[in-house]
């Protein structure tokens, strides 16, 4: 659906464009041409939008649809080859069509006029020009890529940054001394008192950080795992507090499939107890509930005094997490009797990267920028080429037609492009592609590295 809509919002864009060239080059070569007549500015206009919509607007359709086929960063060499191949064809065919139309058609002349030497030029010229216009078009389209493809490796190395900060808050938080040493000392009161609950207090302790080290490496977990997962942590922290701390958890969830950020849950009942004042006369009561598409984590406010101002970094993190992985964000509502958090459920995780699976290399990322640097240059190379030799070509049969000079930039030139190509896109002409690579992991094995 949203492709459909960009389509149709780009190929609107792309006929007020042709409509502006059709208007542009009618109104300068109606002057030119001083055609001034209702007829003579007619037939100017017409083949003005003949050029603009037949060769721009078809170059802009053969440029997106090979965008469908063959993706610019992944698939980079096929969609430059296709794209060569692709516009040269439409383009030979679209110059020879509107000349048809313009000599043939229009001016009555008979069908060998478009071999006759002042229309071929024209052909040349008019296939020449439209094809460097056409390559600077899908140089800008791979460049406008690349960004998307470089703004999304970036957006994926904030993901792997804030994933281990999470995971570095969460990890310090079990860890913090204040925590250890109340879970200590409740542990060593229960040993005295009642053996039998410190040994249910030491099993759920366990299970607390079992949980912290499986779920390490994850971006999203199932919603009913992290219940699971609260309800021993609440338990734990009611062993500790025992009728001072009331908690609520639902029996079921809604949907299975549905997910949120690991060990959210346990940042959020930490920060309650740290907070608020946990004892038999003002209990804390926390409530985890589903509601509209969220997981409500509510607790009752009585704030400590002596608690000193909060960094909030738990929450950040949090709200962090959730605004790089989804469009969705957490959402937080304190009217001084009740602290609500509330975390988007996601069905399924989009750009999201394991860092388990993924590791981003410096090297790798600086060979990157400088192929695209040489594509570039190439690109610019190949511009300059397609705009400068038609017009060498003008003059040269302009002023001294009796000798073709021409073919001496035209060839020398053009070896120097296609050379410059193979190197941008990492062909070697005699050793094929990416000998280097392959030559470095040859040596590498034969010295067992």
Known sequence: MNTSKNWKQELKKDLIVCLKLTLIFGVIFTIINQRFTLKG????????AMYSFILALGNGFVNQFLNTKWDWVAQTNQRVWAGIVATVLYTVIAVFFIHYVQYV??????????????????HVFAI???????????ARGFMIEWKKSVSQETTQQQIVAKTESAKFETLKSQIDPHFLFNSLNVLTSLIGENPDQAERFTTKLSKVYRYVLEQRNKELVPIEEELQFAK???????????????FQLPSSVTNPDLKIVPLSLQLLLENAVKHNVVSSSKPLKIAIYEEAGYLKIQNNINPKEAIGKSTKVGLQNIADRYGLISEQNIQIENNRKTF????????????????????????SYVKAVERVQKIKEFYQNLTSYVIFIPLLIFINLK??????WFWFPVAGWGIGVIFHGLEAFGYNLFLG??????KIKEMMNKNKF
Do not use: C
């Open 41 to 48: 500015a007619s037939i100017v206009f017409l083949f003005s």
């Open 105 to 122: 058609v229009i001016f009555k002349n008979s069908f060998s006029v478009l071999f006759s030497d002042k229309v071929m030029f024209a």
């Open 232 to 246: 021993t942590y609440m338990e734990l922290l009611q062993m500790r507090f025992e009728d001072a701390l009331e």
């Open 340 to 363: 609500i958090v509330s975390l988007p459920l996601l069905v399924k995780s989009e750009n999201i990267m394991n860092t388990s699976d993924n590791n981003f290399e410096n090297n």
């Open 128 to 138: 020449v020009l439209s094809l460097g216009i056409a390559a600077f078009f899908h």
């Open 399 to 404: 002023f001294s037609p009796q000798f073709h």
């Open 433 to 438: 592609k990416d000998w280097e690579e392959r």
